[in-house]
């Protein structure tokens, strides 16, 4: 794999790289995903999807990434398991230096997600998918008529929020100031739902439950002093960090760290695209990124009718 000039090499075997994978091998073009552990990212660690059109029932994130690999290798692409660590993107043969080797590409399709921004409290790792949730337009329907909180300040975290009013009995909006720093329109639709209650000046120190969480330790970031909230879940929504690290410098981020790449997929470098939760977007789910991946085919082929070496 080495010793090959790919048309397309594809860093990252979530949805929007393998969705990416298919559509370019069924253009003819010989496509290679890497990918460090297994296909799926962040949707591997889901263990029922149910907003992902074509499956009455929920289905399994890695059940749904394995597919998704199979379906692409069936086309013609490969994996290659092994982590990049430098990449040199300018010009018209790209380099991708990996634990496993050197790769040469004509294209790059950058697909390495963004994971969230956790507590970083103990057990925390251990009750996700077990009554913690990072994304509540994933999450939110199976808390419906529960009791939730949901921890953050921003326009994130206040979306989410409103999302939960609509599903849950109760909704504790957590947030470690006397103010959210979410834009003005939210504020008036959190404050008119009657089973909101905004939980000021606290900070989440300890999760509590056995095999799920079943409540929270909050720390009263004025005083110090503790209380707990019984709770059927928590979602936590103080950010995002995009995968970016390997390309900054050289691909154009905005402030947050996420790729500048609109609908078309492509970057600022002549040959590269971003797919997926890396590129500026209004909304990151498993349909939005494979749908990126087949956008970014088009590009893909539109660029390499004129490439040269």
Known sequence: M?????????VGGGPAGYSAALYCTRAGFSTLVVEMLSAG????????????????????????AMNMQQQAEKHGAQTF?????????????????????????????????ADPRMLGIDREQALRGRGISYCATCDGGFYRNKTVAIVGGGNSAAEDALTLSKLCSKVYLVHRRDKLSATQSYLLPLQKAENMEFVWNKKVVELGGENRLERITLEDTLTGEQSQLELDGLFV????????????????????????????????????????????????????????????SKFVEEYLAHWEN
Do not use: C, H
């Open 2 to 10: 080495t010793n090959t000039l790919w048309d397309v090499v594809i």
């Open 41 to 64: 990212g962040q949707m591997a660690t889901t263990s029922a999807i149910e907003n992902y059109p074509g499956f009455v029932k929920s289905v399994d994130g890695f059940e749904l």
């Open 81 to 113: 398991y092994a982590q990049v660590e430098k990449m040199e993107l300018n010009g018209p043969i790209k380099q991708l230096e990996t634990s496993e080797g050197t790769l040469q590409a004509k294209t790059v399709i950058l697909a390495t997600g």
């Open 237 to 296: 929504a103080i950010g995002r960090v995009p995968n970016t690290q390997l390309v900054a410098g050289q691909v154009e981020l905005d402030p947050q760290g996420y790729v500048v790449a609109d609908e078309t997929t492509r970057t600022n470098l002549p040959g590269v695209f971003a797919v997926g939760d890396l590129r500026q977007k209004p909304l990151r789910q498993v349909v939005t990124a494979v749908a990126d991946g087949a956008v970014a």
